[in-house]
Nanobody, 120 residues
Framework: QVQLVESGGGLVQAGGSLRLSCVVS????????MGWYRQAPEKQRELVATITPVGRTKYTDSVQGRFTISRDNAKNTVYLQMNGLKPEDTAVYYC??????????????WGQGTQVTVSS
């Protein structure tokens, strides 16, 4: 059984910062790509940022230069540092991890989501 548990969401004023964390636990052979997605009300879930096991990152254009994704492989944890937050960043943020559980099976796992609200 694999679990992804997020933390760090909350309410912040525009221009402020938040740091999201996501810890992966369970029977894990290998954590491949990890990432953060978000879903605003009445909108589709969208990719925010991804990171490979060796630290290669990719960001959606709207957060480039403001958000930083990182990971600690020893702690099975991925982070999202969000600076210069804007009201349009308000959404539920979901952690994602592509995990090999037994050397053969590769599965996409999701966290339960954490709310980020940015007031103007």
């Amino acid at each position: 059984q694999v679990q992804l548990v997020e933390s760090g969401g909350g309410l912040v004023q525009a221009g402020g910062s938040l740091r999201l964390s996501c810890v992966v636990s369970g029977t894990i052979a290998r954590i491949n790509a990890m990432g953060w997605y978000r879903q605003a009300p009445e909108k589709q879930r969208e990719l925010v940022a991804t990171i490979t096991p060796v630290g290669r990152t990719k960001y959606t254009d709207s957060v480039q230069g403001r958000f930083t994704i990182s990971r600690d492989n020893a702690k099975n944890t991925v982070y999202l540092q969000m600076n210069g937050l804007k009201p349009e960043d308000t959404a539920v943020y979901y952690c994602n991890a592509v995990i090999t559980t037994n050397g053969v099976s590769v599965t996409n796992y999701w966290g339960q989501g954490t709310q980020v609200t940015v007031s103007s």
